[in-house]
């Protein structure tokens, strides 16, 4: 059974701050849950309704269907909720193929680009101190699991990219088209705020601009979805 203060604390997990001071983050349904269980992620309390997870005794709470949905934050029921710790993030010095992320700021967005990296073989996912955090709930579920598998840290994105000695691949409309770029096997690549595109203190550290190329006619569209736009540029790379 669910007590007012367990629902006080998941509910305020909502909010980064809350996520921060306890050191906590919300997974929802069974697939991200599963896989968070099979990852170095070490498990704080798990509610479901039925035990589907062989979860230690003193970390499960069996719970209804109606305590589910005074603490889900989803618009499709789940069966299950779990709170998580949030280790502690280690420097690591960037290598191979790194996604950058430069204040992008929808949680889908990240959740789906996190799922690329983990589908590409990017192991790690750089992200500026605006971007979304990757353990908003709607980001962890977006992940569907993807998030123990790809390392991601915040961190000033100028001043890392300043220092790195990988080329800097960034996107721009006026770049040159992915389809005519030479990549490398590694390097860094730069995508940007979904209504901004990159800042232009990042600009100025990139030493390849690329774009993709638009076929249709219709000048409205603008420009892709940042995840749409890393899955083809990921896509490219790889093709080498």
Known sequence: MLSKSQIKLINSLSQ???RNKNRLFVAEGVKVIKELLNSSYELHMLFAEVDLFFAPK???TLVTPQELKKITKLSSSQSALALFEIPETEEKPLKNLVVALDG???PGNLGTIIRLCDWFGVKQLLCSKDTVDCYNEKVVQATMGSLTRVNIAY???YETLKETDLPV????MDGESVY???FPSSGI???GNEANGISSSIATLAQQKISIPQFGQNQSTESLNVATATAI???EWRRG
């Open 189 to 191: 690549l730069v995508l």
């Open 233 to 235: 540029l990921l896509n």
């Open 155 to 157: 961190a000033d994105l």
């Open 169 to 172: 691949f960034a996107t721009f």
């Open 16 to 18: 980064k701050k809350y």
């Open 58 to 60: 003193d970390k499960f």
């Open 180 to 182: 005519k770029t030479s």
């Open 104 to 106: 992008v700021r929808d």
